[in-house]
């Protein structure tokens, strides 16, 4: 089949064309990015203005779904995104009623938004509360962690928190509830330094109570840490119906981390290795595993030898 070949012509033409055709795509790209479109987003809700001397329950879901006008351009960095847009409703209304009416609130909402973005209403519309009696309690605070460390350290010492206790208030049933708050996550990369930072307290999902304090401040130790060899006798457990039971070896060395200032602190005396005798015959086993039964906190355990033990019964 003879191949067919385009002329300076043809190719010019085609030349044309595409070009053309990459214009007119250009074109209606930039006149659809232009044009305003309605588009439905979800919404967190987020309370302010609360009634002070009125204990709260919302009755519906804490997420609404709003009606935007926006340019298309705005539509489609809205697909894009994956976090949820929060507003704030202005509960002041609760001081006389129960419930609260977004159609009245479209002018504060809009003021949360760029001027580009015009919610055009909310759904549901109207949000109702229930009324119960306020308590107050105290609760511990938590402090989550994802930190990475400078090779050789680590935590040295507990998460101090102060204050450690914060006091929650709001509806009796939803108080009762909550047995600890966390606060926000510390971060960090490559620590080798104590971390001193203040911390928010988060409301665990709960809009309808209030916090106080809202911060905390938040010290973790951190300090170097240094292998330690520490011998530890073997302790038989479920042994009392032999008279003699014994282990070779008797004793099990463990090779630990430990703080570096601490190094002199720890002994055998504060960990235990044990191994157990109930059901050995029955398992039918010529050597048991040892089990650490006892370490203290912020030691690591890297090595252990032996991991198995033979052993002695005399009935």
Known sequence: MKQRRFT???????????????????????????????FSIKAG???????????????????????VRMSGWNV??????????????????????????????IGFINRQFPTDKRVISVSPDTLYFDFSRQTQRKVPIKVPTSITFKKQYGFVGRTNANPSFVTITGPTEDVANIEFLETDTIKGDLVFTDIRTIANINKNNKTNITIYPRMTEVVIPV?????????????????????????????????????????????ASDFEAVVD???????????????????????????????????????
């Not at 012509?9 to 044009?35: G, M, P, Q, Y």
Request: contains cysteine.
């Open 76 to 105: 489609l960095l809205a697909k894009l995104r994956t976090d949820t847009t929060n507003i704030q409703v202005d509960l002041s209304g609760l001081n006389s009623r129960n419930f609260v009416v977004f159609s009245n609130q």
């Open 277 to 315: 005798l109930e059901n050995w015959q029955d398992q039918h086993v010529k050597s048991l595993p040892i089990r650490l039964t006892k370490i203290p906190d912020f030691v690591q355990v890297i090595k252990l030898e032996p991991q198995n033990v033979d052993f002695f019964v005399r009935k």
């Open 45 to 67: 809700i987020q309370y302010v203005n609360m009634p002070e001397k009125r204990a709260f329950h919302p009755l519906q879901s804490d997420t609404v779904s709003l009606k």
């Open 223 to 267: 300090g170097e840490l240094t292998e330690k060899i520490i011998e530890v006798p073997i302790k038989i457990i479920n042994a009392s119906r032999y008279s003699s039971v014994r282990t070779v070896p008797s004793k099990v060395s463990m090779t630990v981390m430990v703080p570096l200032k601490d190094y002199v602190k720890w002994t």
């Open 8 to 38: 300076k012509i043809h190719k010019r033409k085609i030349n044309i064309f595409l070009r053309c055709l990459l214009i007119s795509f250009v074109a209606w790209l930039l006149i659809a990015v232009s044009n305003q479109y309605t």
